[in-house]
Structure formats: C-alpha cells, structure tokens
C-alpha cells in the first residue's frame, strides 16, 4: 500500500512542530496543489519532482496572478514538506535545496489623518440609542488602538471610567489602556443613559450590545464601520484595524515612545510595533518630494 506522504507530513506538523491549524491548512493547500500541477503538467508525482519543476510551478503561479506572498509562502510551505519528506527517507535528493522566492514588495497599513478621524467619529448623531452607542464604540476604538476581538469582548466590569482606562485582556495576557476625556464622557453617557434601555438581560455582562440587546458581534461592527465611513464620504478603506493603525501613528508622531506603544497595542514582539516607524518616516518623506522646491 502506497504511503500517503501529505498525510503523514499534515500529522508531522500537528504532532511535531505543533503548529497552528492555519498553518497546517495553509502549507497542506500548497504543497497539494503543487501536486495538482506535477500531475496535469508534468505527469509525475512529488516524490520525483526536480528543481526546474519547482522553478516552472513558481513562473506558473506568478503567470496566473498570483502575488509574490503567495509565491513566498509557497516557498516556505514546499521547503518544509521536502525537508520532511527526506527525512523520512521518501526521497534523497531535496528538490528545494537553495530555493528562495523574489522578496515580497512590503504593505504599509492604511491610515487615516487626524482631520480624516475627526470627520468620521463625528458622524453617529447622538440623537438615539444607537447613535450614542455607535458613537461610544469609535471614540473608545481610537482612543485604545485595541482590537475588533478586544471590543466586542470588553465587559462593563473592565472599564474604570472614574480612574480613566480600561482593561483588555487577550492570549491569556491582561492590559491597562488609558483613556482620553472625549472617550470617558462618551463612555459615561451610554453606560449611564443608553446601555440599560437596550440590554435584553439585566445580567448582561457585555459592554456593547446590539440593538437586539445582546453581544456586539464582529459583523456587526464591521457593518457600522461601513456605514460610517460611507457617510463621511471617505475614500480610503476604513476597518476596524485602520484606527488601531491611525493611533499607533498618531501616538508616533506626537512623541510616543515605541515601547508604550507596544504595551498599549498589546503586541509580544517590538518588531510588529516598528512597522509604524517606516509609516512615519514614509509620510514625512512623500511630504519633502510634494513640497520641497528642488525635489
């Protein structure tokens, strides 16, 4: 009986490396449409792939519209299955050995400016519930930087407005973000006022509740997001991560230090905070070539 390889090197990662299932899906999805091609175009199986086909599967993805991420995890996802594959002695020759992939161009993540921020926290009309709900939830979004995740899961129990933070608690981790005026009074007035005219249980723990008085949900927010943003008639595309990447900006710029940010954004590895230094120093650069007279 054959030896179903994908199969064994899926187990391998799950038992061996322990990684995650996303990564598990996401290099078994590679690995097995590289399969798909060898057999359609090269009629042969993994076990006897060369390093051209390797080559010619890559130039492939790329005629067919693939981005260069896609081609650099390919890369990452095929290295690894030969290396296991070797390993176990299902093959000799590692067809991937010296195999590297075109640097991915890198993203910088959107950002709104301050007067961008402003003309979009100012569109929920504090004239209802809704609107003083809605209104609550951007300015606490921007004032913290947390995470969609973090805000739908915030009880009324983590916020302190009297003190003027909140605490947010994500991986298993807990932390302290501070509050600015605007964030508090907005707070105030749809826990005191709103908040128990729309919870359908007096023992709802939630913070933020939809309109049917239960939990905010994901989609639910990212619906109010959509709607505010064609509301204000901005361009750029607003989610829920463009104002955790406008306040982390916002903070830069105005003096912050780096570490604080990383605290306040809960981030476990400084480098994922330094992103946000390229995106100033990318700004203050397009702002010379736009208005310096010799640029």
């Given at each position: 009986?054959?030896?179903?390889?994908?199969?064994?090197?899926?187990?391998?990662?799950?038992?061996?490396?322990?990684?995650?299932?996303?990564?598990?899906?996401?290099?078994?999805?590679?690995?097995?449409?590289?399969?798909?091609?060898?057999?359609?175009?090269?009629?042969?199986?993994?076990?006897?792939?060369?390093?051209?086909?390797?080559?010619?599967?890559?130039?492939?993805?790329?005629?067919?519209?693939?981005?260069?991420?896609?081609?650099?995890?390919?890369?990452?996802?095929?290295?690894?299955?030969?290396?296991?594959?070797?390993?176990?002695?299902?093959?000799?020759?590692?067809?991937?050995?010296?195999?590297?992939?075109?640097?991915?161009?890198?993203?910088y993540p959107e950002i709104l400016t301050n007067k961008e921020v402003e003309l979009f926290l100012e569109q929920p009309?504090?004239?209802?519930a809704k609107g003083y709900r809605d209104h609550a939830m951007l300015e606490l979004l921007y004032a913290t930087g947390?995470?969609?995740?973090?805000?739908?899961?915030?009880?009324?129990?983590?916020?302190?407005?009297?003190?003027?933070?909140?605490?947010?608690?994500?991986?298993?981790?807990?932390?302290?973000?501070?509050?600015?005026?605007?964030?508090?009074?907005?707070?105030?007035?749809?826990?005191?006022?709103?908040?128990?005219?729309?919870?359908?249980?007096?023992?709802?723990?939630?913070?933020?509740?939809?309109?049917?008085?239960?939990?905010?949900?994901?989609?639910?927010?990212?619906?109010?997001?959509?709607?505010?943003?064609?509301?204000?008639?901005?361009?750029?595309?607003?989610?829920?991560?463009?104002?955790?990447?406008?306040?982390?900006?916002?903070?830069?710029?105005?003096?912050?230090?780096?570490?604080?940010?990383?605290?306040?954004?809960?981030?476990?590895?400084?480098?994922?905070?330094?992103?946000?230094?390229?995106?100033?120093?990318?700004?203050?650069?397009?702002?010379?070539?736009?208005?310096?007279?010799?640029?």
């Amino acid at each position: 009986m054959a030896v179903d390889y994908v199969a064994d090197y899926g187990e391998f990662l799950a038992s061996e490396k322990h990684a995650s299932q996303n990564t598990i899906s996401s290099y078994l999805r590679d690995v097995s449409q590289f399969q798909d091609y060898l057999r359609a175009y090269q009629n042969t199986e993994l076990q006897r792939a060369k390093p051209e086909m390797v080559q010619n599967y890559m130039s492939w993805m790329q005629g067919h519209g693939k981005s260069a991420s896609s081609v650099t995890r390919f890369v990452a996802s095929i290295k690894s299955f030969y290396n296991y594959l070797c390993s176990v002695g299902g093959m000799k020759n590692n067809p991937t050995r010296g195999l590297t992939a075109a640097r991915a161009e890198r993203k910088y993540p959107e950002i709104l400016t301050n007067k961008e921020v402003e003309l979009f926290l100012e569109q929920p009309q504090c004239v209802d519930a809704k609107g003083y709900r809605d209104h609550a939830m951007l300015e606490l979004l921007y004032a913290t930087g947390i995470r969609v995740s973090e805000l739908i899961s915030l009880d009324l129990e983590d916020v302190n407005l009297a003190a003027g933070f909140i605490r947010c608690r994500s991986k298993g981790k807990e932390r302290i973000i501070p509050l600015y005026h605007t964030a508090v009074r907005a707070l105030q007035d749809y826990i005191r006022d709103i908040r128990p005219q729309i919870i359908a249980d007096s023992q709802e723990e939630a913070l933020f509740v939809n309109m049917s008085g239960e939990r905010m949900s994901r989609q639910g927010f990212w619906k109010i997001i959509k709607h505010y943003q064609e509301k204000a008639g901005i361009a750029k595309d607003i989610t829920p991560h463009t104002l955790r990447h406008s306040f982390a900006v916002h903070l830069l710029e105005n003096g912050a230090d780096l570490r604080s940010i990383q605290e306040m954004l809960g981030h476990a590895d400084i480098s994922s905070t330094q992103i946000y230094t390229h995106v100033v120093k990318r700004q203050l650069k397009d702002i010379y070539n736009k208005a310096h007279p010799r640029a």
